[in-house]
């Protein structure tokens, strides 16, 4: 299984970017997907949560900008990134628990590569 995030880049203060992941691999289901961001000298936090179904949770500091949302017919979660700031400079990460068809109920967190943004003043 392999998660590939894309989207990232740079931006100005008060632009959008929008953030793909895409899980590949012999999947059999996927349960909550989240992104998290980790900037320079910071802990990972979590950003964006959204389960199976559809249910959603945001940190304070995104609520009213960010809106997560996934395709499921395509494996898929998306993060919409509106009225960026500066202070959401970091590397996103998507995360997200996975069954094979091998493992079936066992499910196993996964992690992608990361993907830069950064948000100029």
């Known amino acids: 299984v392999q998660l590939v995030e894309s989207g990232g880049g740079l931006v100005q203060a008060g632009g959008s970017l929008r953030l793909s992941c895409a899980a590949s691999?012999?999947?059999?289901?996927?349960?909550?997907m989240d992104w998290y961001r980790q900037a320079p000298g910071k802990q990972r936090e979590l950003v964006a949560t959204?389960?199976?179904?559809?249910?959603?949770n945001y940190a304070d500091s995104v609520k009213g900008r960010f809106t997560i949302s996934r395709d499921n017919a395509k494996n898929t979660v998306y993060l919409q990134m509106n009225s960026l700031k500066p202070e959401d400079t970091a590397v996103h990460y998507c995360?997200?628990?996975?069954?094979?068809?091998?493992?079936?109920?066992?499910?196993?967190?996964?992690w992608g590569q990361g993907t830069q943004v950064t948000v100029s003043s």
């Open positions: 995360n997200a628990e996975i069954s094979t068809l091998r493992t079936r109920s066992v499910f196993i967190n996964y």
């Open positions: 691999g012999i999947i059999f289901s996927i349960s909550a």
């Open positions: 959204i389960t199976s179904g559809g249910s959603t």
